[in-house]
Nanobody, 117 residues
Framework: QVQLVEPGGGLVQAGGSLRLSCVAS????????MGWYRQAPGKQRKLDAI???????NSADSGKGRFTISRDNAKKMLYLQMNSLKPEDTAVYYC???????????WGQGTQVTVSP
């Protein structure tokens, strides 16, 4: 059974930092492209950052210079370091995995991040 679990959300003041984590089980993690998405109330889910199985990263404009995605294949962990947070970053953040060959994809249950002014 595949599981993506995201502890680490919470409430933070504007300008603060938060690190999200995602722990994967049931997949061969090193063979998966990974990503973080966000969904704000009343809005569509959108991509924040992706990291390939080889470690190449790409970020959406909203997080460039502030958010850093990383992974630890040995621990089957995905991270999103978020700095200089803004109230508009408030959203539910989802961990995402897509098989490099199989293209099977999976979502975490989401974790709430709230940034107060």
């Amino acid at each position: 059974q595949v599981q993506l679990v995201e502890p680490g959300g919470g409430l933070v003041q504007a300008g603060g930092s938060l690190r999200l984590s995602c722990v994967a089980s049931g997949i061969t993690f090193r063979n998966y492209e990974m990503g973080w998405y966000r969904q704000a109330p009343g809005k569509q889910r959108k991509l924040d950052a992706i990291i390939t199985r080889n470690g190449t990263t790409n970020s959406a404009d909203s997080g460039k210079g502030r958010f850093t995605i990383s992974r630890d294949n040995a621990k089957k962990m995905l991270y999103l370091q978020m700095n200089s947070l803004k109230p508009e970053d408030t959203a539910v953040y989802y961990c995402y995995a897509q098989g490099w060959v199989s293209k099977n994809d999976y979502w975490g249950q989401g974790t709430q991040v709230t940034v107060s002014p």
